[in-house]
């Protein structure tokens, strides 16, 4: 399973390609906002920024919801770096969009994905990866995992090569259920990142194994 950052933060997206073990950058309009990244330029330039840190794929969200202006913002986000990936609403016009990406080279995230219908549609539409949010799922009393097994045998049973993205990730938990359940990517905080580190016995034999190299 590829390893996403989920964040606009550059010290955090530096802090996890320094582990390295990072495979990609995915943000939303509310993680740029969070970084006070204002107008068309400085979007561009802190996209630039982030495709320059990691060398993986950074989604890009478009912001407009109609076919024409998804399609020429698209073309522009995807003009900045190679690696932008073009993230688009799970909406009619989106799909439609998404189409019109893969027809032209163009690689795609459908995001905003909470129900098995909504990830067939974009598989059918080419997305590169599709993007199914746990942690809101989770929030309305679901378990949001059980949306990807389903998406993963209905993915491996038609033979789709989307990728699965488990986005909307708040724990640790999270990210090895994620893998369990054959989700491709996990895009995350750096927080839950971190936490897959924590063990309090490998703290325990670690201070115990330093205390006896003393006597070494
Ligand atoms: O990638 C989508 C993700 O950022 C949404 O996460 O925690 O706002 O539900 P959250």
Known sequence: MKFFIDTGNLAQIKEANDLGILDGVTTNPTLMAKEGIKGT?????????????????????????????????????????PNIVVKVPMIKDGIKAIKWFT?????TNCTLVFSVGQAI??????????????????D??????????????IYDVQGYKTEILAASIRNALHIIKAAESGANVCTCPLDSILGLLKHPLTDIGLAKFLEDAKNM
């Open 41 to 81: 330029e400085a979007i561009a330039n802190h996209y630039k920024s982030i495709c320059e840190i990691v060398n993986g794929d950074v989604s890009a969200e478009v912001l407009s919801t109609d076919f024409t202006t998804i399609v020429e913002e698209g073309k522009k986000l995807a003009g900045i770096h």
């Open 103 to 107: 027809d032209n080279g163009i690689r």
């Open 121 to 138: 549609l974009a598989a059918k539409a080419g997305a590169s990866y599709v993007s199914p949010f746990i942690g809101r799922i989770d």
């Open 140 to 153: 309305c009393g679901w378990d949001g995992m059980d949306l990807i097994g389903q998406m993963r045998h």
